[in-house]
């Protein structure tokens, strides 16, 4: 093992990598307003500083509150005209501009329990919260169906969910077939914030322009399938007390700093994790590195990493049983100070921090 005080002058870049990212601007397609694939939306940067965490404020990010204060109720009976209850179309419950009081709403009513499919292309200006056992769904991630979220509040996350593991529930929750975007907002958006769900799945999901694509503490068992996140600033943040979450078949690319930020004591008390899974991933094109791992028993299996600046994969001190199989690095490196990680049948040169077994 050696000190990685060789690597920080890498994080100092920080604050001109995410200058740059906040001097991007929109790109649409002319048919659905669809962003170009590998073109960041107008990401606002966190404040700058020597840290690539300044400003970072989860405390803040739990405390943004809904915006919304009063809705309509749903109609006793539902919404006329809907066909089947539990599957019907934004279209059919009314559109764009009613879908955060429908999904404040739909708890207890004949809509609940279901899967809602966004079937047009929405301009949001407020967060939304998908209620417990529910399926929010698109028709296709490039397809017609995307939210686009604009004017975020400091620390606001365009998408929560229901909170169940205080209460000893799950969520069941799915969020499928859908783009999720960033116009516009403030300092440390996230995409998809899981925090308190237990048992949620991402399936098939493209995220996009936000300081997190996808962001969570005390949350189980959450499931990234074939998606995508890129152009974000850190394409996944797991913050603290997390475990089991699993990436298979997706790609995490082209992020500012690093694709995956994964929390560990090293980074402050209280910050344990365990237990996450990262599989067929294609990790390509992200500012500092592809991960920045400090927790316990992180699995790296038959991934691909490629041109993740300088750092590739950062094993931190604190970081406990990392296991790193089946890779091919073919341009990145690991840089491992954690305890009892594992290197084994990997292609590429992965440095003398983690020898081949």
């Known amino acids: 093992m050696k000190s990685h005080q060789t690597l920080r002058p890498f994080v100092a870049r920080a604050a001109a990598l995410l200058a740059c990212a906040g001097a991007v601007t ?45 809705c309509p109720g749903i109609p006793p009976g539902g919404f006329s005209g809907v066909t089947n209850d539990h599957f019907y179309f934004l ?43 529910f399926t929010l ?13 604009e004017d975020l509040p400091d620390y606001a996350s365009a998408i929560r969910v229901e909170e169940e593991v205080q209460q000893g529930g799950v969520s069941e929750i799915v969020i499928r077939d859908l783009g999720i975007y960033r116009a516009s907002g403030g300092y440390w958006n996230s995409g998809i914030n899981v925090t308190g769900g237990n048992i949620v799945a991402l399936e098939g999901v493209r995220v996009s322009g936000f300081s997190m694509g996808l962001y969570g503490q005390d949350a189980y068992s959450v499931h990234v399938y074939r998606s995508t996140f890129y152009a974000n600033a850190f394409n996944v943040m797991i913050h603290r007390n997390a475990n089991r979450w699993t990436f298979r078949d997706s790609t995490l690319g082209l992020a500012t700093l690093y694709s995956v930020k ?59 049983g990392t296991r790193v199989l089946s890779n091919i690095f073919s341009t990145d490196m690991v840089h491992n100070s954690g305890q009892g990680t594992r290197c084994a049948f990997n292609i590429g040169q992965l440095s003398t921090d983690c020898p081949e077994e």
């Not at 690539?52 to 990010?61: C, E, K, Q, T, V």
């Not at 992180?298 to 970081?319: C, D, H, K, Q, Y």
Request: proline fraction near 8%.
């Open 26 to 70: 929109a790109a649409w397609h002319d048919a659905g307003r669809l962003p170009l694939e590998g073109v960041a939306l107008a990401q606002t940067a966190p404040p700058t500083g020597p840290d690539i965490l300044a400003g970072f404020d989860p405390a803040a990010i739990l405390g943004v509150p809904d915006v919304i204060t009063s």
């Open 137 to 149: 769904a698109g028709v296709w991630p490039a397809g017609e169906g995307a939210l686009v979220f």
């Open 262 to 320: 994964i929390f560990g004591l090293s980074d402050g008390p209280g910050t344990w994790n365990n237990d996450h899974v990262f599989s067929a991933v294609r990790f390509e094109g992200s500012g500092l590195g592809a991960m920045m791992l400090g927790s316990y028993g992180a699995m790296l299996m038959n991934n691909r990493f490629e041109s993740n600046g300088n750092n590739g994969v950062w094993i931190t001190p604190s970081a406990t």
């Open 91 to 133: 279209s059919e419950v009314g559109g764009c501009s009613n879908l955060p009081c429908f999904l404040a709403e739909v708890e207890d009513t004949v809509h609940a329990n279901a899967t809602l499919i966004i079937d047009e292309v929405c301009t949001l200006r407020q967060p939304i919260r998908i209620p417990s056992r």
